[in-house]
């Protein structure tokens, strides 16, 4: 009688859903683009070191909570750089983010860096279209800096950066855009923090498309894996049995 139940118990165990925490959003950008700042601004505590000069030289992960029930890690990242290898290490921290804040500066002079690095996450993407791209949310920071939307009112902060959003839709094709002001006194923060709410269930949704692929992935390089230990033992086996034969 207890046989079935067992036989059931095993199926279930083998079966089990993955755990989908914890949900990774990535902070990303050029050196003083403010993602210091903004890992800051979200925590609403000050725990990232933040300055004109790079503070960040390594990923920084801090835990937090958008929805009750899930884990979730802000990962603020080092500047990106123009060189390959360091375009090639962000791309890898991209492709293993569920939700992406795209740092930009709102008077940044050169936006060169940005667009090499989102034109290669886009081509990642194209290359394995079996993978869900994580959504990218743009926050243009420190629009203080800019006469025109400085004293800008936060219902119609949207309204009035419209041309600051459409240049960096040229170098970045996101998914959401927030402007942001960080100093006193702060501008679109709490649509931020609307956005980010926004997108996360499709965070979760990315999160377990990458842990489903991943699994197919390591099963595949098993499998090849296996298939060339195997090859290998009968190409031994068949030497051995000539060796044999010859003696």
């Not at 725990?47 to 990962?75: C, M, N, Q, W």
């Not at 926004?198 to 979760?204: G, K, W």
Request: aromatic fraction near 8%.
């Amino acid at each position: 009688d207890e046989l079935p139940v067992y036989q059931d118990k095993q199926r279930d165990l083998k079966n089990l859903a993955d755990v989908v925490g914890p949900i990774r959003i990535m902070i990303i950008g050029q050196t003083s683009s403010g993602k210091s700042s903004l890992t800051n601004a979200v925590l609403e505590e000050f725990r990232a070191e933040a300055g004109l000069v790079p503070t960040t030289t390594e990923e920084r992960v801090y835990k937090f909570s958008v929805a009750e029930g899930f884990d979730t890690h802000i990962i603020d990242t080092p500047g990106i750089a123009a060189a390959p290898g360091e375009l090639n290490n962000a791309l890898d921290r991209l492709t293993k983010a569920d939700l992406v804040i795209w740092v930009m500066r709102a008077n940044q002079p050169a936006r060169n860096i940005d667009q090499a690095l989102f034109d290669r996450f886009e081509s990642f993407f194209e290359e394995y279209p079996q993978r869900q791209r994580p959504a990218v949310l743009v926050a243009a920071t420190h629009i203080d800096r800019i006469a025109s939307f400085a004293d800008a009112d936060e219902e119609k902060l949207a309204e009035v950066t419209t041309p600051l959003a459409n240049a960096c839709r040229k170098v970045v094709r996101y998914d959401g855009f927030c402007p942001l002001a960080l100093s006193n006194p702060e501008q679109g923060l709490a649509g931020f923090r609307t956005a980010l709410a926004e997108y996360y269930e499709r965070a979760i949704n990315t999160r377990l498309n990458r842990l489903r692929t991943n699994k197919s992935s390591l099963f595949d390089s098993a499998s090849k894996e296996l298939s060339s230990l195997k090859a290998g033992t009968m190409a031994a086996v068949k030497l051995m049995v000539q060796n044999q034969k010859g003696s």
